[in-house]
C-alpha cells in the first residue's frame, strides 16, 4: 500500500508535463468586453464605447514542445455619441505555429507566431437611418508571448503577455492601403483564457 502512495505522489509533478507531448490536442479560448464613456455636464452629452471580443484555437502538438493549429476570432465595436451610432464588426482567422518552454513542474512559457486574414465591416446610424456598410479585408503578421499554468492533468491557465505585429488592410471603396507595425506588451495587453489538452 505503502508503496502505490509513493508512486502516486511521484506522478504528480509530471503530469503536466505528460500533457505537453506529441500527438496531444489543445483547445483553448478567452472573452472580453469593454465598456467606456465620457458624459459631459455642459452639454447634457454622452459619449460611450462597447467592444466585445471573443477568439479561440485548436492546436496539435506535432512534437514534445511544439505544435501548429488554427485561430479564429470575432470582435464587435459600438460607439454611440452625439446622435451617432458607429458599428465595426470583424472575423478574422488563420494559422500558428507555437514553442513551449518548460519553467517549472506546471508552469511554461510560450513563444506563438503566426497570421490572420481579417474581414471587416463598419456602418452608421445617424438620425435613425442607416449608412452602407464600408467594408475591408486585412492581414495581420505576428509573434507573442504567453504562459500556461496546468491546474490539473488536463486544464492549463492561458495568458497573453503581448506581441509584435505588422499588419496591413484594403477597404473597397478606395485604393488606400493603411498599415501598422508595432509592439504590444504591459498589463494593458494582458489577456487570460483557459486550455484543454486531450
Same mark, same amino acid.
Given at each position: 500500500m505503502k508503496n502505490v502512495i509513493l508512486i502516486a505522489v511521484f506522478c504528480l509533478p509530471i503530469a503536466a508535463l505528460a500533457q505537453i507531448q506529441k500527438g496531444k490536442s489543445v483547445l483553448s479560448g478567452s472573452v472580453n468586453y469593454t465598456l467606456s464613456g465620457n458624459d459631459s455636464e455642459v452639454s447634457a452629452q454622452s459619449n460611450k464605447s462597447y467592444q466585445f471580443t471573443a477568439s479561440s484555437s485548436y492546436g496539435?502538438?506535432?512534437g514534445d514542445r511544439w505544435a501548429i493549429g488554427i485561430t479564429p476570432s470575432f470582435l464587435k465595436n459600438r460607439q454611440l455619441g452625439y446622435g451617432a451610432d458607429l458599428?465595426?464588426?470583424t472575423v478574422s482567422i488563420g494559422p500558428f505555429v507555437r514553442r513551449y518552454f518548460?519553467?517549472?513542474e506546471k508552469f511554461f512559457i510560450h513563444v506563438d507566431g503566426g497570421m490572420n486574414a481579417a474581414f471587416s465591416g463598419n456602418w452608421l446610424v445617424l438620425n435613425g437611418e442607416k449608412s452602407a456598410? !464600408?467594408?475591408s479585408t486585412g492581414l495581420n503578421f505576428y509573434v507573442g508571448l504567453g504562459a500556461s499554468?496546468?491546474?490539473?492533468?488536463r486544464i492549463a491557465l492561458q495568458a497573453s503577455l503581448g506581441n509584435i505585429?505588422?499588419?496591413?488592410?484594403? !477597404?473597397?471603396s478606395d485604393d488606400n492601403r493603411p498599415w501598422n507595425f508595432g509592439t504590444n506588451f504591459g498589463l494593458?495587453?494582458? !489577456?487570460?483564457g483557459a486550455a484543454w489538452y486531450f
Open positions: 496539435y502538438l506535432i458599428h465595426y464588426r518548460p519553467v517549472g456598410v !464600408t467594408k499554468y496546468f491546474v490539473s492533468g505585429s505588422y499588419s496591413s488592410s484594403k !477597404t473597397e494593458s495587453s494582458l !489577456t487570460l
